[in-house]
């Protein structure tokens, strides 16, 4: 299954793909996490996309582009992989469909959309706790560590991200509206586009995808 995540800021969608990859080994590309990774190393796009990060706002088209298709390269003509992230405007849907035609990949099959309310978002972007070794996401009260402000995995120190402070959620709703949300036409004409309540707990949203992904027999 070929699968794009979208949905507003703390939607789920990081969440659901890591779930999908326990279960099913699904390979997820999230666009916000080989950013972040981008930066750790130094690299120089990983600067360069800092900035627009920081304030909310998007990575211009070209260079998270050109990152994606990539990742997508090093991947099989029919290998099964979630989007969480990309595309976030028409021009990167569009450059991703002709890639992916051009390349003779398998198309995407579905889109799903986390659809969620703003108030959850801010409550759930404002527990939101980040590894700052390997970048596991946790939450304070809906998925802690075990220790409390350490990761499970690697034993690095937990802390929030520095796009989840008030204002900056604010803007990145505002450019989820503006510049993310007319994608849901664009994949509702292609027929693509599922919908998935994104206020669940995190397990029922879990099924509540399952459940999509069995009726349209992708798992
Ligand atoms: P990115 O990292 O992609 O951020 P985002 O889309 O704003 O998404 P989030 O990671 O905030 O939310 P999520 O839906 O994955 O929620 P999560 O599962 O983590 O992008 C960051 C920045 O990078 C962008 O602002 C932009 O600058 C740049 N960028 C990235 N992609 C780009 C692109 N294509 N084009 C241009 N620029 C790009 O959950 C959030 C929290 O809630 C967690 O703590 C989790 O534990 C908790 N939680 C999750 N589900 C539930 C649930 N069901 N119930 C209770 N708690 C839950």
């Avoid at 699904?26 to 120089?44: K, M, N, Q, W, Y």
């Avoid at 659809?115 to 980040?130: Q, Y």
């Avoid at 560590?145 to 204002?167: I, K």
């Amino acid at each position: 299954m070929r699968l794009i995540f979208l949905g507003p800021p703390g939607a789920g969608k990081g969440t659901q793909a890591s779930l999908l990859l326990q279960r099913y080994g699904t390979v997820s590309l999230a666009s916000g996490d080989i950013l972040r990774e981008a930066l750790r190393r130094g690299d120089p796009i990983g600067r360069q996309a800092h900035q627009y990060m920081e304030n909310g706002s998007l990575v211009p088209d070209e260079v998270i582009t050109e990152l994606i298709l990539q990742r997508l390269e090093t991947l099989g003509k029919e290998q099964s992989f979630v989007l969480d992230g990309f595309p976030r405007t028409e021009a990167q849907a569009r450059a991703l469909d002709v890639w992916l035609e051009r390349r003779g990949h398998k198309r995407i099959d579905r889109v799903v959309d986390f659809d969620i309310s703003e108030e959850k978002i801010v409550r759930r972007l404002a527990g939101r706790r980040i590894c700052g070794g390997c970048g596991a996401s946790y939450h304070t009260e809906n998925l802690p560590p075990h220790r409390e402000g350490f990761c499970n995995r690697c034993g690095g120190e937990l802390r929030m991200r520095e796009d989840d402070l008030p204002e900056t959620i604010r803007k990145r709703l505002a450019v989820y509206h503006r510049q993310t949300e007319p994608l849901l036409k664009f994949y509702r004409n292609q027929g693509k586009l599922r919908v998935v309540p994104g206020d669940l707990e995190i397990e029922s949203q879990y099924e509540a995808l399952l459940q999509l992904l069995k009726a349209e027999q992708l798992v």
